[in-house]
């Protein structure tokens, strides 16, 4: 009877050891798991966490996506067009900076108090 009772107490700790294993290797993969939605959020430009976050509080969030950031750019600089075709991404960044400081400026000069970010540019 004692060595039934052995066996079952060895049994069980090798349960429990496999167990404590595979729960270290579920929050490993769960860590890896959320920086990988993190990054494939920005790659979709999906709403950030944060701005999630505002809606579920009853928030409210205005969405500004500039659709021709090359051509706004190109009205800027004439550099702007040649570099828009090798770093599309350096000026759709610029683009949005610029976007961001006018908005900031003009809804100041109304009066409003905003906090204007940039999401999704990674």
């Known amino acids: 009877m004692q060595m039934f009772i052995v066996v079952v107490l060895v049994a069980l700790i090798a349960s429990l050891l496999?167990?404590?294993?595979?729960?270290?290797?579920?929050?490993?993969?769960?860590a890896t798991l959320?920086?990988?939605q993190t990054v494939?959020?920005?790659?979709?430009n999906a709403l950030p966490p944060d701005a999630a976050t505002l809606l579920n509080t009853g928030g409210a969030l205005i969405t500004i996506e500039i659709l021709n950031p090359v051509e706004l750019a190109s009205q800027e600089s004439p550099l702007a067009g040649?570099?828009?075709?090798?770093?599309?991404?350096l000026i759709r960044r610029l683009v949005y900076q610029r976007a961001a400081e006018m908005l900031r400026q003009q809804l100041g000069e109304h009066g409003v108090q905003a906090e204007v970010r940039i999401h999704g540019l990674g």
């Open 34 to 36: 959320a920086r990988d």
């Open 82 to 89: 040649p570099l828009g075709r090798v770093a599309p991404g």
């Open 18 to 30: 496999l167990l404590w294993r595979r729960a270290h290797q579920q929050q490993r993969l769960l």
């Open 40 to 44: 494939l959020a920005r790659s979709w």
